[in-house]
């Protein structure tokens, strides 16, 4: 008996009315070009039948994925996908990134019939850090990828080994048979995943040559989540994540399932080599073939905003998203790699994007965690726009010396923001933008002349 069958008579009708309505949401906003629904009908739904999440969920034939963590899930999620989809797989996906509750409820209801059944093989939801516990209170995942935790809006969470804790409860009580595939470099994580009764598999870098210098100034977490004492690194791949062991009660990084030198990178920086470790090694759990996972590795197209390429009036543009210290400390670090290699002695300019909106978060005192000396210290041209762009001119001009060349231009208007930067990008390099997520979205819109959300 299929789980649309095993729903009371009284549930279905709500449910069918809640479909309904969504449905009839998501045409009216769509015909009037408001955006692409991924939110509101969702939360309409919702209100017409409270076991929404519930109810869909239980129809997804082999099963619902969370991917959950501070960066990296949109990524990552993708890849997996298309893996997933190349297999053969119908997959339902919030692909656009609302992961709040209301967002997965949209993205499931988007594939439903009007009664709502649901006919898809899996579920991929990327899940918002802070609402694991209440998304795993109503869906009972097949496989749940914990990527990392990062100090993100420091306005609306609290420490990531406060966000690990509540993780590790709500997984604990989940059926044995769940699949749970953590970050074996992030200290919160590998030591959540070593105290859970599930199936763990962990996912890790095993390249020291990748290690950075020192440890970033936005560092998270170097004490034990055991003991507290302070952990003893052999190295840093990037902020906490790195080889580690603690020299007081002997905790130290798990051992993971797979060895990130048998995978090449996707897209730019090493952020990237995670998103695809992760997403390998789920692949690899939900049976897709070692052929598909390398082609489709060969073969990806970043995501929206995610180390995304556009060609825009014969001039190569990178879109790097940077919405919190280490993720911005990772795109600097990816594009001063780039710069290095330019051999021009005029570099492309760098564009900032600064916004303080719901989506990225109120508090902009981060950008003072970010280390803009790295990049500002190789000279060249810095345009910043955004709602707090002169937050982040001050922030660059703090970050310059008298022995480099700094040239700062402020553009409060986002077009004529990215009209300069393209006008000081050489015919041969590439304009790197660095926004805050809502920044993203517009800058997208400017250069595409199309919005995503």
């Given at each position: 008996m299929g789980e649309m069958a095993k729903i009371q008579i009284k549930d279905r009708l709500q449910l069918a009315l809640a479909v309904l309505t969504a449905k009839t949401v998501t045409f009216g906003v769509r015909s009037l070009k408001l955006g692409a629904a991924s939110v509101l009908p969702g939360e309409i739904a919702r209100r017409l039948q409270p076991q929404l999440l519930q109810l869909l969920s239980r129809q997804v034939k082999q099963g619902v994925i969370l991917i959950a963590g501070t960066n990296g899930k949109t990524t990552t999620s993708l890849l997996l996908r298309t893996m997933l989809e190349r297999q053969g797989k119908r997959v339902a996906h919030n692909a656009t990134g609302a992961n709040l509750e209301n967002g997965l409820m949209s993205a499931l209801l988007a594939n439903t019939n009007l009664v709502g059944t649901l006919d898809v093989d899996?579920?991929?939801?990327?899940?918002?850090?802070?609402?694991?516990?209440?998304?795993?209170?109503?869906?009972?995942?097949?496989?749940?990828?914990?990527?990392?935790?990062?100090?993100?809006?420091?306005?609306?969470y609290g420490e990531v080994d406060t966000i690990s804790q509540r993780w590790g409860k709500a997984i604990a009580v989940l059926p044995p048979d769940t699949i749970i595939i953590p970050n074996a470099d992030d200290p919160t994580l590998s030591y959540m995943g070593q105290q859970l009764p599930q199936k763990v598999l962990f996912f890790g870098l095993s390249e020291?040559?990748?290690?950075?210098?020192?440890?970033?100034?936005?560092?998270?977490?170097?004490?034990?989540?055991?003991?507290?004492?302070?952990?003893?690194?052999?190295?840093?791949?990037?902020?906490?994540?790195?080889?580690?062991?603690?020299?007081?009660?002997?905790?130290?990084?798990?051992?993971?399932?797979?060895?990130?030198?048998?995978?090449?990178?996707?897209?730019?920086?090493?952020?990237?080599?995670?998103?695809?470790?992760?997403?390998?090694?789920?692949?690899?759990?939900?049976?897709?073939?070692?052929?598909?996972?390398?082609?489709?590795?060969?073969?990806?197209?970043?995501?929206?905003?995610?180390?995304?390429?556009?060609?825009v009036n014969g001039k190569h543009v990178r879109i790097l998203l940077s919405k919190n210290p280490v993720g911005m400390n990772e795109t600097i670090r990816a594009v001063n790699q780039v710069r290095q290699k330019t051999h021009s002695s005029q570099l492309a300019p760098v564009l900032f994007v600064l916004n303080d909106r719901i989506p990225d978060g109120t508090d902009v005192s981060w950008i003072w965690d970010v280390d803009t000396e790295k990049l500002v210290a190789q000279g060249g041209t810095f345009v910043v726009s955004g709602d707090r762009v002169y937050d982040m001119a001050l922030r660059l001009r703090y970050s310059h010396s008298e022995d480099n060349d700094l040239q700062l231009i402020v553009k409060e208007d986002l077009r004529e923001a990215i009209a300069t930067a393209l006008e000081h990008t050489p015919q041969n390099q590439t304009l790197h933008i660095l926004p805050t997520y809502s920044a993203m979205l517009e800058v997208r819109e400017v250069l595409t002349g199309r919005k995503i959300l």
């Open positions: 899996y579920a991929i939801l990327e899940v918002d850090e802070n609402v694991v516990p209440k998304v795993l209170a109503a869906i009972q995942p097949k496989l749940i990828l914990c990527l990392n935790l990062f100090r993100d809006q420091l306005d609306r020291p040559e990748q290690y950075l210098e020192e440890i970033p100034h936005a560092v998270d977490s170097i004490y034990c989540p055991n003991c507290g004492h302070s952990l003893d690194y052999e190295g840093v791949y990037l902020s906490h994540l790195g080889d580690f062991h603690c020299p007081n009660c002997g905790f130290h990084k798990a051992p993971v399932a797979i060895n990130s030198q048998e995978y090449p990178q996707i897209l730019i920086g090493l952020y990237n080599k995670y998103n695809t470790l992760a997403a390998v090694l789920a692949a690899q759990q939900l049976g897709v073939d070692e052929t598909t996972i390398r082609d489709t590795i060969s073969n990806f197209q970043a995501a929206f905003g995610r180390a995304e390429e556009l060609n």
